[in-house]
């Protein structure tokens, strides 16, 4: 499975980005996916991820009830829905795919599959 992240982009706090998942291979819709998020001279951190089905999803703490994660199987894509963003959640997001259940996606080590980041900054 290959990953390519977009929709990333410099926005106003209080604002919303979608960012997008491409994914390329056939596996795409037997794999749950994920976000996780990267700030300068910090750790890798778990953002969301939804079940290969769509109908399940899980949240880090820090973003619910502002981030929507979701899929198109049909279209072989995750997608990030951000909402009322925060100075703190800058950073490089990153799109992840894997089989393991979505309360072990807290632990980002293992996972199978990243894409390539895409770099979202919120001003105050």
């Known amino acids: 499975v290959q990953l390519q992240a977009s929709g990333g982009g410099l926005i106003q706090a209080g604002g919303s980005l979608r960012l997008s998942c491409a994914a390329s291979g056939r596996a795409f819709s037997s794999y749950n996916m994920g976000w996780f998020r990267q700030a300068p001279g910090k750790e890798r951190e778990f953002v969301a991820a939804v079940s290969w089905s769509g109908i399940s999803t899980y949240d880090a703490d820090s973003v619910k009830g502002r981030f929507t994660i979701s899929r198109d199987n049909a279209k072989n894509t995750v997608y990030l829905q951000m909402d009322k963003l925060k100075p703190e959640d800058t950073a490089v997001y990153y799109c992840?795919?894997?089989?393991?259940?979505?309360?072990?996606?807290?632990?980002?080590?293992?996972?199978?599959?990243w894409g390539k980041g895409t770099q979202v900054t919120v001003s105050s």
């Open positions: 992840a795919a894997d089989p393991r259940p979505l309360g072990g996606w807290r632990d980002y080590n293992g996972i199978n599959y």
